[in-house]
């Protein structure tokens, strides 16, 4: 068998970490899922980690791969053929499932090119899973196929930990890490499909990958992983009350300690306005006037009238998750307060639908976009002057640190991450000079207005925006911390404290 690809650098203490994910940056991307798979490998190199991430083989995954070889093969994965491709992700090891039957589709990840999810999907990640499970248990030989600990994340790899725990053929069972990114997928699959997954009947148990009378795939990764994470401290709290748990309030509140979070972090160089090709003119916090080049820029794309007054801006999902059914009445109230909204997302058509009639009453005032464009997002963050994050909940959200790096004042919900990241412009933040952005709890139409009126007021008092505006980019949300973070956490599990 060949040799498995590796970071062969000498580190003392190296710890091989197998990240098993159904997306990551930047070959494949539907969420925030992915934006953390992709980043975690070099937030947690300088630390002594050489973290190998494996995928499904999707065509878009497949049409990316450089110089990728065969490494292990499955005559029969779940009913199917399959192999295992070894390659590297820019300077990190990167394997890939590559299991046609599974994974060779139109469409996304999950659905069909009409968005209806795939039937069989409890099959085609149970495969990934079992497989992800394999290679952690030894069935790769070769140099460097050996890992110390399986990092999984949300419930399409949540299997992985239940064939880590379970399966009689393992030769190893590995500490384990199980990441939740959103705990309102859980992976939930009728109990039938039970006696398909090769799994010991001792793993149909509460303590097991039962729930509820049927299978599910996050709730077994919860359960099997000896520590679970979220993508910020805020969210591993609220994930213990019925509103946020989803159904699983009670595993996560008999986990105890073992369910902590770790804030997420963003590229620096990525999202960086200094040297950003997207943007019409970079800036930084020292040229904030740059920002109205952008600005201008940014009203002509959209067809917005030019003006002084605040232009906020939208880039999120259209769905009641985000708050995004209360934004269409509120807009009204925005534009009235003398604002504009520029709005990049699609989700519920009827939300798109009720956006379009927004836009529709205020021509000229509110310009909406259906679908997504990443570049565009830079432009937005650039030009806009406030972002408005209304989520109902929010495991980190990302569009708020975004706005942050970019002085695109975040208006957000008190929840989550959202809470975690952005600090209110109350009176003593603003007297102190640490405001960051505007909070407000709960998500209605008045709660919404008034913090619109709110970032209205404050707006037109420059010195007081500017001064927010430069203190949220000077806030530090790189992955350098959190790097850091589950770099201790998987020596910790391994006895490998340096």
Known sequence: MPDYPVDDRPTGMTLKVLSVASEAVP???TGGLADVAGALPTAVAPHGISMTTMLPGYPAVRQKLKRARTVHAWDDLLGEPARLLATRIGDHPLLVLDAPAFFDRPGGPYADPHGTDWDD?????????RAAADVAGGAVTGKGAQFDLI????????????????????????????????????????????????????????????????VGFLKAGLQAADVVTTVSPSYAIEIRRPEFGMGLEGLIAARGDNVIGILNGIDSHEWNPGHD??????????????????????????????????????????????????????????????????????????????LHKAAARHPGRIGIR????????????????????????????????????????????????????????????????????????????????????????????????????????????????????YADLYRRLTGTEQ
């Open 27 to 29: 070959l494949v991307k």
């Open 121 to 129: 999907n409890w099959r085609r990640f149970a495969a990934f899973g």
């Open 151 to 214: 990092h999984a994340h949300d419930w399409q790899a949540g299997l992985t930990l239940a064939y880590n725990r379970f399966a009689p053929w393992a030769e190893i069972s590995l500490p384990s890490v199980m990441t939740i990114h959103n705990m309102a997928f859980q992976g939930y699959f009728d109990a039938r499909i039970f006696r398909s997954l090769g799994l010991p009947r001792s793993a149909w148990a509460i303590d097991g990958v039962e729930t509820y009378g049927g």
């Open 277 to 354: 090709p997207a943007l019409a003119r970079p800036f930084s916090a020292r040229k904030l006037s740059a920002r109205r080049a952008n600005k201008r820029a940014l009203e002509a794309e959209f067809g917005l009238e030019r003006g002084d007054g605040p232009l906020f801006i939208v880039v999120s999902r259209l769905t009641w998750q985000k708050g995004m059914d209360v934004l269409p009445e509120v807009a009204d109230h925005l534009v009235g307060l003398g604002g504009r909204l520029a709005l990049l997302g699609s989700g519920d058509p009827a939300i798109e639908r009720e």
């Open 370 to 485: 259906i679908g997504y464009d990443e570049a565009l997002s830079h432009r937005m963050q650039g030009g806009g002057d406030a972002i408005l994050v209304p989520s109902r909940f929010e495991p980190c959200g990302l569009t708020q640190l975004y706005g942050l790096a970019y002085g695109c004042v975040p208006v957000v919900a008190r929840t989550g991450g959202l809470a975690d990241t952005v600090i209110d412009a109350n009176t003593a933040a603003l007297a102190q000079g640490v405001a960051t952005g505007i909070q407000f709890t709960g998500v209605s139409y008045d709660t919404l207005a008034g913090a619109i009126s709110r970032a209205v007021a404050l707006y037109r008092v420059p010195a007081l925006w500017q001064q927010i505006q430069k203190s949220a980019m000077a806030s530090d949300f790189s992955w350098a911390v959190s790097g850091k973070a």
